[in-house]
Nanobody
């Protein structure tokens, strides 16, 4: 059985940084990714990374967020810098087989971790 456990969310001031972590158990997948959802909005892909190293980011986080993976730990991380109030959302870890370029939804999901950017 596949389980994804996220950690690292919290409250941060605008301009601050947070690092999200997600550990997957049960099996490995080609692509690990982060989505987010804020009230009244659809869930959107934030960043994805395939086993070969290719990545995909939503335009609004390019240059501020960095996705990395540790294959030995079957983990994915999201380093979030220069955070803005509009980054406030629940962030979900997900995994799947499509490569990052074509990744639109995952096969398994974590429970989500809240990120709040506010002064």
């Amino acid at each position: 059985q596949v389980q994804l456990v996220e950690s690292g969310g919290g409250l941060v001031q605008p301009g601050g940084s947070l690092r999200l972590s997600c550990v997957a158990s049960g099996r490995t997948f080609n692509t690990m990714a982060w989505f987010r959802q804020s009230p009244g909005k659809q869930r959107e892909l934030v960043a994805a990374m395939s086993a070969g190293g290719s990545t995909k980011y939503v335009d609004s986080v390019k240059g501020r967020f960095i996705i990395t993976r540790d294959r030995a730990k079957n983990s994915v991380y999201l380093q979030m810098n220069s955070l803005k109030p509009e980054d406030t959302a629940i962030y979900y870890c997900t995994v799947g087989w499509a490569t990052a370029e074509f990744f639109t939804r995952g096969d398994y999901w974590g429970q989500g971790t809240q990120v709040t950017v506010s002064s």
